[in-house]
């Protein structure tokens, strides 16, 4: 490594967290964010009581002590939807996504020029290896939207890198000898795979195009997670999948507004409570419609897809977790399984295991010869999903990284060899 600072730095806008790599002599890469962490959530709260924004974990502790604001999570999820063109509502004023976007990169630069003393021009980005899954035409706008938004807040040169490359990046620094790796990276929106030949001695080779045998990825990621749980596990007890007096399903929109997070504040409109009462009058699950109703009135729809995403956490260590809802119903709780949990979350397990079988195909890669999965990224803890990619190559050892700074380490690597 050089003996000198390097110029640029490494971004991980991630779904769930984010951070910025910076290599410099004697010193950790990932730079401090927020209360001496190297991670900043990925979310953005509008304290209407105060008139003031607040990032990270701090917004997170704003929303849940009670200001009236608006919370706004999974902000990465925008890019390549057609809501990035669109707008919402802050404080009685039209608050475009776009610009949403750039209050949250632009307090990353501050906040890690602030860390390292010196303002940063250049940087390179980690992307999935798809914003948009089978659309290569909105993927290439997801990235360029993302890269004008990185110059809207300063940098004068963006780079771009695989994230899953970026995380074998960081595993290749600390290798002996040669592995082929398959690095699994996934995120909270994101599924990304790379299979690589990494080691030491190629780790200085400027081209590296021939190492990389493969990438695949596909937009499911620890948010699908919250989601599939919320619904199968959560939102029957609001009267998802209950009936109306016809004997037809209540219809399920608002239910899915409510277990996705960057759609959440939807279900908080005038046409939403206004479909709402109109299932309400028709409605045989009164008790479960009623619980609904106190939490769109009291909009208490991130404060419970916090309890489903700590739920998340808590099943991937333990084969039972319990919800105490006491907002929705005074003395409500649900206990949950982790059996429940893998039921749940069946498909998109299937999905991700056939995105690394049709890698491991395309490469022309016999199973046996990988030596190794790296995983990272938080979602990657997910007990179900890791035993099912093993399962892929029974032969190779499992290796845990660094699940939320991998990548951002490794985009610094990769900083320093493009701009020095």
Not at 6 to 33: E, H, K, M, Q, Y
Not at 64 to 84: D, H, P, Q, T, V
Not at 313 to 342: M, N, V, Y
């Amino acid at each position: 490594m050089s003996l000198s600072p390097a110029r640029a730095c490494g971004i991980d806008f991630g779904t769930s967290n984010s951070t910025v790599g910076w290599l410099r002599p004697g010193a950790p890469t990932l730079l401090p964010l927020e209360d001496g962490k190297p991670t900043l959530p990925s979310a953005v709260f509008f304290n209407a009581d105060e008139g003031t924004t607040h990032y990270g974990r701090d917004a997170l502790l704003e929303y849940l002590e009670g200001y009236e604001g608006r919370l706004m999570r999974a902000l990465k999820s925008l890019l390549g939807s057609s809501l990035i063109d669109g707008s919402t509502e802050v404080g009685g004023r039209a608050l475009r996504y776009r610009d949403l976007l750039a209050s949250f990169i632009g307090e990353l630069k501050r906040r890690a020029e602030a860390q390292a003393g010196r303002h940063f021009e250049q940087a390179v980005f980690g992307r999935p290896v798809h914003f948009v899954d089978d659309n290569p035409e909105a993927d290439r706008r997801a990235q360029d939207t993302l890269e004008a938004i990185a110059r809207q807040v300063g940098f004068k040169e963006v780079g771009f890198q695989f994230e899953p490359i970026g995380a074998a990046l960081h595993y290749e620094a600390g290798l002996s000898h040669e592995e082929l790796v398959l690095i699994a990276d996934i995120g909270g929106g994101t599924a990304d795979f790379s299979l690589a030949r990494l080691s030491p001695a190629r780790a200085g080779r400027p081209d590296r195009h021939d190492d990389l045998l493969g990438n695949a990825g596909l937009h499911v990621g620890g948010t699908d997670f919250d989601r599939a749980l919320s619904l199968d596990c959560v939102m029957p007890l609001l009267g998802y999948r209950g009936l109306m007096k016809s004997g037809a399903e209540i219809p399920s929109g608002l239910f899915f507004q409510l277990a996705t997070w960057h759609t959440i504040n939807f279900a908080y409109t005038r046409q939403a409570f206004a479909d709402f009462q109109h299932i309400y009058r028709d409605a045989a699950a009164r008790r479960e419609l009623d619980r609904l109703a106190r939490l769109i009135g009291q909009r208490e729809g991130h404060w419970l897809a916090l309890q489903v995403e700590q739920a998340k956490i808590d099943l991937s260590t333990d084969p039972a977790t319990r919800l105490h809802l006491d907002r929705l119903e005074q003395g409500l709780f649900h206990d949950i399984t982790a059996d429940a949990f893998g039921l749940a979350t069946r498909s998109l397990v299937d999905r991700v295991a056939a995105t690394v079988g049709e890698l491991l195909d395309q490469a022309g890669i016999r199973r046996e010869r990988i030596d190794t999965i790296y995983f990272t990224g938080g979602a990657s803890g997910v007990p179900q999903l890791r035993a099912r990619i093993a399962a892929e190559l029974p032969r190779a050892r499992s290796v845990e990284g660094d699940l939320f700074g991998s990548i951002g380490a490794g985009l610094a690597v990769e900083a320093a060899r493009r701009y020095g």
